[in-house]
């Protein structure tokens, strides 16, 4: 086993071990997954975002035959609760699967989280693969180490 494969063993966790509000999101983001707009990769992800006051807003990629133009799930959610007005967020789940492995926000997407990640408050990240029965826990912070921000 190589290292990567051991540090997420060490991070998965049931699914049924988790919060029923963290179970609610997972089902959120999986749901939203099913809405992808994917005709060209077929590689449907979803994401749910939730607010610090509880709200949640989901988001699925959304591709373009420009390829340049299409938009990642966890973008997606976020701009939906940044239009809202929502700026300070908890908690993302992601649900994507490629080949039976977790999949992790882009680098794109996790300079995005970022931009509203609270580092003395990190926003936990869930990664879940469609139809299984754990979760991958992490945050915005170990998802991008080194961070950049103008602040």
Do not use: H, W
């Not at 997972?26 to 099913?34: D, G, N, P, Q, V």
């Not at 693969?129 to 826990?137: R, T």
């Amino acid at each position: 086993m190589d290292s990567s494969s051991a540090e997420i063993i060490n991070r998965l966790k049931s699914l049924n071990d988790l919060s029923n509000e963290d179970q609610l999101l997972i089902s959120k983001c999986t749901l939203a997954r099913e809405r992808a707009y994917v005709p060209y990769s077929n590689f449907k992800v979803g994401a749910a975002l939730r607010c610090d006051d509880g709200t949640i807003f989901s988001g699925c990629n959304v591709e373009n035959s420009s390829y340049g133009l299409a938009i990642c799930a966890e973008s997606t959610a976020i701009v939906k609760a940044v239009s809202e007005g929502r700026t300070k967020f908890t908690t993302i789940a992601i649900a994507a699967s490629n080949n039976d492995k977790f999949v992790s926000p882009c680098g794109a997407c996790r300079q995005i989280l970022n931009e509203f990640n609270n580092p003395n408050n990190d926003m936990i990240v869930y990664l879940y693969q469609p139809g299984g029965s754990d979760v991958v826990i992490t945050s915005v912070s170990e998802l991008l180490p080194l961070d950049f921000k103008l602040i």
